[in-house]
């Protein structure tokens, strides 16, 4: 039987709630003044022939949608982030209501969604079957705790059946599978998360329930001395800021690209865990480096920033119109010593003189094309989009990247390799592959960065050298 495709759904809100008053979220997704356009924009969403990138997406329809105030927005913004947050348990919790609570638990029908063999991607036309009506009753139930008790909404005991199970989610007999469905991720994960020994339950644990929380904003700093001149306007513009170092978790109404500070160059939006792998890269004044895989080129930027305009920073990336906003950032930061190149992947680029008479590079960054399993707090879109296939072709690549970029590496050099993702097929097996054929590279250090540890994305870093001849 096809699960995504079956034709009778519960009742809708319409005929299962009576008119006695209901929580406060459950009634903003049932009752709001914005409900019916909700509605029509999940509509749209679920007619697509596939996932979109939500966030793009919403923001090409808020272009054609002017009578929308901010406010109104972000309401919409966070009810569809929640479908991609939560959705798979909602899904799961409308499959059982359909089969019946009492023997839900054993049909086959339901063990299948538990099954680790069902795919992230096949979750997304499961959810999409749901109507609106039924998806954000669902939704409005799980984001509104005291919605549990409320007499008349039926689908509350299930909720409640859920939560009980979830309370036990210790003992032996209880599948760990259904955590994952209750934190919104595909079962097929589980054996990735096992992978991870060195968490202990209780990380694991955080680990997943921070997938259902977006991150803070976070910024970097160009330099220690223009601290207190961002500092001050952060506040002034009724910004909290904590400090790390350069980096700064914000939080704040204003759009951050209004900032002075911003327009100025002194600040600049990157991740925690994405600013702790440009502070592995091992540098000094007058360092050559390639962040090879630029992209937008946060890295590229804060990289040039370490070298204090001496140097060079070398950044490519496939897409040309990715290098004209890394121009734009740097031309914004005041930093000169970014070069620019477009480069396929396919070969080693022509180093010129300057890097040949240097032998390479002093450090080769690979910011590797991955899943993007670190980043679902942002992109919750991105756990839905893969399959074993997947992550079978983007291994393949990076194992390509690391091979070609390697043998630019000046001996004595550092060849970073990163990812977006936690996954250990996509950092610590891609490193012990590529040191498993080449013995003139040594593993310096390798580590997850970010959640669980810090209040980020999660991402990988591993930092190796080129030995010196004669030492391999």
């Not at 959810?127 to 039924?134: E, F, L, V």
Request: proline share 5%; glycine share 8%; with cysteine.
């Amino acid at each position: 039987m096809d699960i995504a495709n079956e034709a009778s759904f519960g009742p809708s809100w319409k005929t299962a709630i009576d008119t006695r008053p209901l929580p406060g979220r459950l009634r903003e997704f049932l009752h709001s003044p914005r409900t019916p356009h909700l509605l029509k924009l999940w509509d749209d969403l679920r007619s697509l022939p596939s996932l979109p990138q939500l966030d793009r997406w919403l923001a090409q329809r808020f272009r054609s949608e002017k009578r929308f105030g901010q406010k109104d927005r972000k309401w919409y913004s966070d009810a569809l982030f929640a479908v991609l947050r939560l959705g798979v348990w909602a899904a799961a919790a409308e499959k059982q209501w359909r089969i019946g609570v009492e023997k839900s638990w054993q049909d086959a029908r339901w063990l299948q969604l538990h099954d680790h063999r069902f795919e992230p991607s096949s979750w997304w036309p499961l959810i999409t079957a749901m109507p609106g009506d039924r998806l954000f009753l669902w939704l409005g139930l799980r984001l509104d705790h005291s919605a549990v008790s409320h007499p008349s909404i039926h689908e509350a005991g299930l909720l409640k059946v859920w939560e009980e199970l979830i309370q036990k989610k210790s003992e032996k007999d209880i599948p760990l599978s259904l955590l994952l469905i209750w934190e919104g991720i595909p079962p097929f994960f589980f054996a990735h998360l096992h992978e991870r020994s060195e968490w202990l339950p209780e990380v694991a644990q955080s680990f997943l329930e921070k997938q259902k929380l977006r991150p803070p904003l976070w910024l970097r700093l160009k330099s220690e001395g223009m601290r207190e001149e961002v500092m001050a306007e952060l506040a002034a513009e009724g910004f909290t800021a904590k400090s790390d170092g350069l980096a700064l978790a914000v939080e704040g109404e204003l759009g951050v690209y209004k900032l002075q500070s911003y327009q100025k160059g002194f600040i600049e939006i990157q991740d925690r865990a994405s600013q702790r792998i440009g502070e592995a890269v091992p540098l000094e004044r007058g360092s050559r480096v390639w962040d090879c895989c630029a992209g937008g080129g946060g890295k590229s930027v804060q990289l040039a920033s370490r070298l204090e305009n001496s140097g060079a920073v070398y950044a490519s990336d496939v897409r040309s119109y990715k290098l004209t906003d890394l121009r734009e950032r740097a031309g914004r930061a005041q930093l000169a010593n970014i070069r620019y190149w477009t480069w396929d992947g396919e070969g080693l680029p022509a180093l010129g003189k300057e890097l040949e008479k240097r032998k390479g590079f002093d450090a080769v960054l690979i910011d590797a094309p991955c899943s993007g399993a670190g980043t679902w707090r942002r992109n919750p879109d991105a756990k839905l989009r893969v399959s074993e296939t997947s992550l079978q072709e983007l291994t393949a690549i990076q194992d390509k990247i690391l091979k070609t970029v390697s043998a630019a590496v000046r001996e004595g050099g550092s060849l970073v390799y990163a990812t977006c993702s936690w996954l250990r097929v996509e950092n610590e097996e891609r490193v012990t592959a590529f040191l498993a054929g080449h013995s003139e590279f040594e593993l310096v250090d390798q580590q997850l960065l970010g959640c669980p540890m810090e209040d980020a994305d999660t991402m990988f870093v591993a930092v190796m050298r080129r030995k010196p001849k004669g030492n391999e």
